[in-house]
């Protein structure tokens, strides 16, 4: 592996290349990415990729991508752009990727701005809220989840998180009247340390989730997308933005083994089915 620094005006942002360049045996490199997830996140599947040149990154402002603009919001086009800087650094052709959450997201306004920049996009359940009926109530629901942090801290912010992306079906007046849940009864702390700048419980990237996509654009776009759900997520949150993103593309979203995080080992907590994941993307980025 090796370790690069990309200086931008904004940002240094820092990517890893595991295997050579260019690609021994031809085929396009394999990016994954991920938001708001730097690439640790992703040890487990490079290891599984052992075969494959596999690039990672750290999104701006996250692990070793220091900003330099200031910002602290996180906006699918920006890091679009970051990406796209990233690929073009690489000087190997279009890749191939690989990219959860809100990685996912900024992924399709990737190939929506640089259609020629990814060969294959595997979006493993993008948080779309503009795809799904109930968008209104479930960012709703994300306003309390917000303020739950900002009024009472990180495990507060958190256990109510989880309550709605866990949440199975439609967002409904029972499920927003609900009481805010109890920290400790989802294992996180009750304690409130001060901090109000974690990227995923405040309004710092509220850009993911209300990001539009362009479907006529990414129909038309030359990248093969492949929208990605896991077997386990399917009533859920992510699950139910996959499934609908699909719909609207015309297809039907390809089920992967585990939940949200199951490409992941138990390194970050829940663990997930990495080796079945990897199997599943291997004969997902194969087909012809």
Known sequence: MTQHTLELPDVDL???????LPTKDGRPPLMMIGQPMDASGFQAQVKLF???????????GLGRSVRKDGGVTNEPEVQAEDVHAIIEALGAGPVDMFASSGGAVSALALVTAHPQDVVTL???EPPIDSVLPDAEAVHRARIAYTRAYQERGWGAGMAAFVAMTSWEGEVTEEFLAQPAPDPAAFGMPTEDDGSRNDPLLSELSWAVPLYEPDLEALKASPTRIVVAVGEESLKGYTGRTALALAEKLGQQATVFPSHHGGFMGGEFGYAGQPEAFAATLREVLDRP
Do not use: C
């Open 50 to 60: 052992g075969d494959r040149t596999v690039v990672t990154y750290d999104p701006r």
């Open 14 to 20: 820092v990517y890893d290349v595991h295997g050579p």
């Open 122 to 124: 595997v979006a493993h």
